[in-house]
């Protein structure tokens, strides 16, 4: 297939650029999204495109891959000046784009999804099927991905191995310029080194990348140039060789960061949550852990090592089958997410988008969600009380929004983030479990969501954090656990949780092995 | 219903308003029409009578608009109107029931009928569409093995005041009708429960998640359906003075209609009682302002369908003007 | 039994169908278990002309059932179904005695109802108006449309070419042969053609479909004709049945339709589904309807145990998915 | 999978258990009120034993407008319109009227047989104004509130076809009564199919009442007269064409030899049960009798697969409730009159009170079937 003919394609600085935007312009009634942003994409180059959510990223994107049209600029592929007013023009001039949600069909398999809308065909309107698999087969090999079969039910992949089957379909376009929306922002470490090979053997063919990402570490990994976006306006392109975090991260913010990872040293007092030998099946076999108040417990773990789904069990949402959960040294019987709710336990689930937030509901009604029990007096709510509570919310987590009826889903993620950990707050919770919290969300709001939640600890608030970014948990936790097929394989203390050792237990080194709890 | 007009302020809040102040518009302007068109249809005489005589689908829309809401759907209430009609007469007839249990026991038969749907529904997880079409089959089917196909007749008098008679000249019915109607609009707007409603329609899991007693919720709504029904059918009862298994019969369209009409969302996440409440009036007024001005019965069944059409679609497409 | 040989045609190898050939299965084995126990009360039952019978008498219902489940699968619903069926069997009804040549008489109500149906289908798809409102009022629509026109008169004296449902091929009747033939195209097509699978793709995610070059609207409105297609024929197959043709809507109709897709294993959400097992459905429910008949349920009950009967196969259906859904998460 | 066939089939189990209640269920009939069965005399002209001159039990109008002679209109409520019946009754409605001249008469109702739409209709007229209504009950009872409303407001109630209470209308034009309509249908079919046949029922639903008491009466007289005949059973095809087909052929594969004969109780069953046994090649080997329209008849009436079809010419019922209305406006029939002059009809008589004989039931055969057209 074509891909391979472009093989030989030399990367290098000097071929002429395979993408060119030259000064776009966008404006959405009322908010101007983009003004004057040009870069350009050479073959076999990775060029980061960086920014805050709200930036104009996402905007950007959808303006190259021909969802939006740009009121002025103009989109140059291959030299030549392309109208793109449908997805499908974009596909045919060879750009392809990889979202952040991936829209894969569940219900297809890997094959048909590759192939959707341009199935090879054995005749009039007929798919052949053969061909097809054929064809799949062969995309797989030229990447050299063995775990996946073109007739597996994508329903039942892993987030890293759909994202694959996005690419091959890229692929299966004979895409020139590929755009990755946050790649990474669902997978597990494992699968960014995965990720990252296909991503070398796709510059080694001279296709063009287009790379969005938040993790400024992932950028010096993989890109080789970055451009910067701030506010829908253009801040400047540098080569990666020749920047640093600061550089990007003053670029990006406009400011200067004190520090990405602000852990202050609380008192750590009592046990709030004791848990013995939780027993969940499939993915939750006999955990103990212990969690005081006042201290952040970093739960690190590859994903489906089980860690959601002991958070999960926590939040009685899947009950434990057996096992013992005390609170305050009471044991007590979780079997309900309202009940862990009474007792003091709360959870920002790992999804912002389908477990945190409901994206068409009011700022006003998110942040009350969870917290209507203590709102309202015999069944009926108060809505004065309510109203406060989300403004004061707004105002804490210093969301930005237009007002608290403003429609939720129009915030910026890292903005959806912060309403769905303050709707949890709002409760005042003892025990406050976090799934991921700044997954996908920009430099900025991570830092604060980090501020917070070492201001929470030093209330004497106990927190339990997931998450698969390995800085992020070395950097806010007081101790950490590992978790590992559905066990607790390991415990550091943050004296002695270092980046090797932790990483060596997740991925189940002999290291761990002796020093397990 | 002043208090049901705040119900909009969720989730978009002008839309609704837009939606339902428009479908108002559209009413007056059809009431006005008519009114012109015959002097004997804007007579509080008729006006009040076509209130008696929308009772049943109203009291069924409420909850209905619930389910909607929830994002559900309950096509087994014509049935249940039927099933809880015959075990009223069938017990007071047979059982020697004095009619007040008999009222109680019918309303009781509703009522587990409509949580045998919620109960499969949420435990079984089988889709509320699927579930009410079987048992729509089942209750009816339930009703005339029960009946043998039997009528009920000659109930003592004071039972037909809840159909026939009237207080301060306002039809028993319709002022059982309005009060529901209040009450409802109230739970939706004011509540947690409705609150909850709005949350499992739009994002089930995020409901969850968030600690809302989902199951419950949900086993409550097909309940009330079930309750409402038993309702309907013993006002409807009272109003005709027999009990026959097909009564009730093709209610679950002439519901859902009023419900979409008035602006609830068939995917769930938003709706009005208020809403309601404007589309089964349009309906009901519609159908008695034509032939009054002597329009037969199977040309006003036409406009009827026109007019569902075109008004949502008016609603909807100003709607998207907006933004 | 037919019925069988049907499922067994379509258990093809692609995902979607091997996925769901289960569901088949089922139905299958219901329909033959049904036939065995009841025939183990009435052997009469079993006899060839009986099962034929009731191939022949439903056969309509499970044409529309075809295009119903293709409209619930791209995530719509159709309620005026069983309404348009009536009005078309009119029309053909009337161009026959009018004396119109057979075959317009047969390619008529075909023509219309792809028109009506598309109309509806670009309401909903391009105006963005709930399936069920656009069907809903157009099932009053047509209701009440037909009988103003036509005063309810029943047509009789049709001419005796214009009855196709008593054509047979090779012994076989014309309903069943339609029926089959429907049945296995729409299958085969839903299968292997592109805008087939843009079905699948539009119920099961609008959005996804859209940016991987799936028009939804254009497949909406597309699904809707088709359905209109098979209606058409579905009219045809009900209207030259019988001697005379009531010009009135057949009460309660679309809910047996929508039944039988659903119970044939047609996700309510869209997505999901096969329209073979939406035929077999519709042939379990007529067998059902006929076997309380003949092992003499009381007359009064036999409601009451249909309802119940498809309401246990639909909680069977469930809970096979369910199993299926969780060795799915195992993996 | 397994679980799922045990469902399956342990339902099919739970309905073997009901098949023990179900045939004698089947066999009993009491015709869904609760009113004695009347059986005719078993001779062969039958006519009805003069009934016991009973007192005018109908209802009056209260200040009906004094309209004798003048215009008036009359609006037309039967228990669903589009069906062959109701349309050739509203025919020999226009048909008066047209002789009459001072009338007008409108038929409007509901499109399914359901009876608070059919109240909704009445009600609607009553406001609306009119001088006389027209009915046939969808359900006696369930009508009775609606038309005491009309009678409130001073207009004139006349039912046709299917009765109310008596004090809920004036006068009811009965096209036959039961027990007529019970011994014609059974005799024709003895005549068809022997002493010794049996025969099975297709009708509308169970809840219908004139179906359910033709079946009670025609069981009545059957045991009465034609003791050694047997009842299959009776199975309910609503009003619908296919699925009366339906059933009847199951009845046909069900009985095989053992059914002689198939009674159809509706306009609607009776010509898809002949279609049914034509489709079955039964003809002349399976007997149908029933209530039918001529048109829909003729088909089977000429192929000879049906002999004899029993009703009383619609036409003529609509045509008399007409002249009946007219002459309880102008007063000519008054409580307590025996008799009424109803055109072309002659002089019907005044039966149990408040009801007017249309006349015995009208046999159409292949020789006049042809002469209708409705």
Request: aromatic fraction near 6%; charged fraction near 20%; hydrophobic fraction near 50%.
């Amino acid at each position: 297939m074509r891909a391979e003919e472009e093989a030989q394609v030399s990367p290098g600085r000097t071929a002429a650029p395979l993408l060119e935007v030259r000064g776009i312009e966008k404006t959405f009634p009322g908010v101007r999204a983009l003004s004057g942003i040009s870069f350009d994409v050479r073959p076999g180059e990775v060029h980061a495109l960086l920014g805050e959510n709200g930036a104009g990223k996402s905007t950007l994107i959808k303006i190259i891959s021909g969802v939006y049209q740009p009121d002025a600029g103009s989109i140059l592929v291959g030299g030549t000046e392309v109208h793109l007013v449908t997805p499908d023009d974009a596909r045919r001039a060879g750009v392809a784009t990889i979202y952040q949600e991936l829209l894969l069909f569940p219900e297809l398999r890997v094959a048909e999804n590759i192939f959707l809308g341009h199935a090879p065909q054995a005749g009039v309107g007929r798919i052949d099927w053969r061909a097809m698999r054929a064809e799949a087969q062969r995309l797989l090999d030229s990447l050299e991905i063995d775990d996946l079969s073109p007739d597996q039910i994508v329903g039942v992949l892993t987030v890293g191995h759909r994202q694959r089957v996005e690419i091959l379909r890229a692929l299966s376009h004979n895409a020139r310029i590929l755009i990755m929306d946050e790649p990474t922002a669902a997978l597990t470490e494992a699968d960014v080194t995965r990720l990252f090979d296909v991503v070398r053997r796709l510059k080694q063919r001279g296709v063009g990348i287009v790379y969005i990402s938040h993790r400024l570490d992932e950028i010096f990994a993989i890109a080789d140039r970055v451009t910067v976006l701030r506010d829908g306006a253009y801040v400047g392109s540098r080569d990666v060789a020749d920047t640093n975090v600061v550089e990007l991260v003053q670029m990006m913010v406009g400011r200067r960061l004190e520090s990405l990872f602000p852990k202050t040293v609380a008192p750590i007092g009592a046990p709030v949550l004791e848990a013995r030998d939780l027993v969940r099946r499939p993915l939750t076999k006999g955990v103990s852990l212990t969690v005081r108040s006042g201290e952040i417990v970093g739960l690190a773990g590859l994903v489906g090592s089980g860690r959601s789904e002991l958070a999960q069990t926590l939040f009685g949402m899947t009950p434990s089958e057996s096992g013992e959960i005390r609170l305050h040294g009471k044991s007590v019987r979780i079997d309900s997410p309202e009940t862990a709710r009474t007792k003091g336990i709360a959870y920002v689930p790992e999804d912002r988008g389908t477990q945190g937030l409901v994206r068409g509901m009011s700022v006003l009604h998110n942040f009350s969600l969870a917290a209507l029990g203590s709102l309202s007096r015999s069944g009926f709510i108060d809505r004065a009380a309510e109203r406060r509570m989300a403004r004061d919310g707004v105002a804490r987590f210093s969301v930005k929004t237009s007002s608290v009826d403003e429609v939720a889903g129009r915030l910026s993620g890292g903005n959806q983030q912060k309403i769905v950990l303050g709707k949890w707050l709002a409760n005042n919770p003892r025990l406050l479990i976090l799934d991921e919290p700044t997954r996908g969300i920009d430099v900025g709001a991570k830092a604060e969501i980090h501020r917070l939640m070492c201001q929470l600890a030093a209330e004497g608030v106990a927190i339990l954090m997931i998450s698969s970014e390995l800085p992020e948990v070395l950097g806010m936790s007081d101790r950490v656990l590992v978790m590992r097929e559905g066990r607790l394989v390991a415990e550091f203390d943050r004296a002695d949780a270092t980046s090797e050792a932790v990483g060596a237990a997740m991925m189940g080194g002999t290291s761990s092995e002796e020093r397990a709890a | 219903m002043s208090a049901t007009i705040e119900t909009r302020a969720f989730r978009a809040p002008r839309w609704l308003k837009r939606h339902e102040t428009l479908l108002a518009i559209i009413l007056l302007i059809a009431l006005v029409g008519l009114g012109l068109l015959n002097d004997r249809f804007l007579t509080l005489d008729n006006l009040l009578n076509q209130g008696r005589l929308m009772t049943e689908i109203g009291l069924i829309a409420l909850p209905m608009t619930f389910v909607i809401i929830t994002g559900g759907i309950d096509l087994s209430v014509g049935a249940i109107v039927g099933l809880c009609a015959i075990m009223l007469g069938y017990s007071w007839k047979t059982f020697g029931f004095p009619l007040p249990l008999a009222i109680a026991f019918a309303l009781f038969v509703g009522g587990l009928a409509g949580f045998v749907n919620g109960l499969v529904i949420t435990r079984v997880k089988v889709p509320p569409l699927i579930m009410t079409i079987a048992t729509l089959a089942l209750y009816r089917g339930l009703a005339e093995g029960v009946s043998q196909a039997h009528s009920v007749r000659g109930y003592p008098e004071w039972f037909y005041f809840l159909g026939q008679g009237s207080v301060f000249g306002v039809p028993t019915q319709l002022l059982l009708l309005v009060l529901l109607t209040v009450v409802a609009g109230v739970v939706l707007d004011r509540t947690t429960f409705g609150r909850a409603l709005y949350a499992i329609g739009a994002n089930e899991t995020v409901a969850r998640f968030s600690a809302l007693p989902v199951d419950r919720v949900k086993l409550i709504v097909y309940t009330l359906s079930g309750l409402a029904s038993a309702l309907a059918a013993c006002v409807l009862v009272s109003r005709v003075t027999t009990t026959r298994m097909d009564m009730g019969a093709g209610y679950e369209l002439d519901v859902i209609a009023a419900v979409v009409l008035g602006g609830t969302s068939i995917f769930g996440g938003s709706g009005t009682i208020w809403g309601t409440v404007i589309g089964l009036a349009m309906i009901q007024l519609l159908k008695n302002g034509l032939a009054l001005t002597g329009v037969k019965g199977d040309a006003t069944i036409v406009v009827i369908g026109v007019a569902l059409i075109l008004s949502v679609l008016i609603a909807s497409s100003l709607e998207r003007r907006r933004d | 039994m037919s019925a069988a040989a049907i499922a067994s045609s379509a258990s093809g190898r692609t995902g979607v169908f091997r996925r769901l050939a289960g569901q088949e299965l089922l139905l299958a084995v219901a329909i033959v278990v049904l036939a065995v126990v009841v025939g183990f009360i009435n052997p009469r039952f079993l006899a060839t002309r009986n099962l034929s019978d009731i191939l022949l008498g439903n056969a309509y219902i499970a044409i529309a059932a075809v295009g119903m489940s293709m409209v619930i699968i791209s995530g719509n619903i159709d309620i005026s179904v069983g309404a348009l069926i009536g009005v078309l069997a009119t029309i053909s009804g009337s161009l026959a005695v009018a004396g119109a040549p057979t075959i317009v008489t047969w390619i008529a109500p075909l023509v219309i109802g792809v028109a009506v149906m598309a109309a509806q289908g670009a309401i909903i798809a391009y105006l963005r108006i709930p399936a069920i409102v656009v069907t809903l009022g157009m099932l009053s629509i047509l209701k009440g449309g037909l009988i103003s026109v036509t005063g309810g008169k029943w047509i009789t004296d049709l001419p005796q070419n214009f009855h196709l449902a008593d054509l047979s091929l090779f012994g076989v009747p014309m309903p069943v042969i339609i029926m089959v033939l429907a049945t296995v195209a729409a299958a085969l097509w839903m299968r292997n053609s592109p805008m087939g699978r843009a079905i699948y793709a539009t119920g099961g995610n609008p959005e996804a479909a859209r940016l991987c070059g799936v028009n939804p609207q254009r497949t909406v409105l597309m699904v809707f004709a088709l359905h209109g297609f098979f209606t058409g024929l579905a009219s045809l197959v009900y209207a030259t049945q019988l001697r005379v043709i009531q010009s009135t809507t057949p009460q309660g109709l679309e809910l047996t339709v929508i039944t039988a897709a659903v119970v044939g294993g047609v996700s309510i959400l869209g997505g999901v589904g096969t329209v073979v097992g939406s035929t077999l459905a519709a042939i379990l429910i007529a067998e059902i309807t006929s076997a309380l008949v003949f092992i003499n349920v009381s007359p009064y009950w036999t409601d009451a145990l249909r309802g119940a009967l498809i309401l246990a196969t639909v909680i069977a259906d469930i809970l096979r998915r369910q199993r299926r859904a969780a060795q799915g998460w195992k993996r | 999978m397994k679980a799922s066939l045990l469902t399956t089939s342990a339902l099919a189990m739970l309905t073997l258990s009901f098949a023990a209640g179900g045939a004698n269920a089947a066999s009993k009939w009491d015709g869904a009120d609760d009113l004695p069965t009347s059986p005719l005399a078993c001779d062969a002209n039958g006519a009805a034993a003069p009934a016991a001159a009973k007192p005018y039990d109908g209802g009056q109008p209260t200040g009906a407008p004094d309209k004798a002679g003048k215009e008036i209109t009359v609006v037309d409520v039967p228990k669903l319109i589009g069906i062959g019946y109701f349309n050739a009754t509203s025919k020999g409605m226009q048909d008066a009227a047209k002789e009459l001249g001072n009338v007008k008469v409108t038929t409007d109702g509901p499109t399914e047989a359901k009876i608070d739409e059919q109240i909704k209709f009445i009600d609607n007229y009553i406001t609306r104004g009119v001088d006389g209504v027209l009915f046939a009950a969808n359900d006696p009872v369930a009508i009775a509130p609606v038309l005491k409303k009309a009678l409130s407001k001073g207009i004139h109630v006349v039912g046709y076809d299917a009765n109310s209470t008596p004090d809920a209308r004036e006068w009811f034009v009965n096209q036959a009564e039961f027990n007529g309509i019970g011994k014609s249908m059974v005799d024709s079919m003895a005549k068809e199919i022997g002493e010794d046949g049996s025969f099975a029922i297709v009708t509308s639903t169970f809840t219908t009442p004139n179906q359910a008491r033709w079946i009670a009466e025609m069981q009545a007289y059957a045991e009465k007269c034609h003791p050694k005949m047997t009842w299959l059973e009776t199975v309910e095809a609503q009003e619908d064409n296919n699925l009366s087909f339906n059933q009847a052929t199951t009845l046909i594969n069900k009985y095989g030899d053992k059914l002689k004969g198939l009674f159809g109780m509706t306009s609607v069953a009776t010509p898809a049960s002949a279609e049914a046994v034509t489709k079955a090649g039964q003809c002349g080997k399976i007997a149908v009798v029933g209530l039918a329209t001529p048109n829909a008849m003729k088909p089977y009436v000429n192929a000879d697969c049906v002999k004899s079809v029993v009703l009383w010419n619609p036409v003529d019922l609509g045509y008399a409730a007409t002249y009946v209305m007219r002459a309880v406006v102008d007063g000519k029939l008054k409580p307590g009159g025996t008799s009424v002059d109803a055109g072309k009809l002659g002089k019907l008589n005044v039966i149990n009170g408040s009801e007017i004989l249309l006349g015995p039931p009208f046999i159409f055969t292949k020789e006049n079937v042809g002469k209708f057209d409705f």
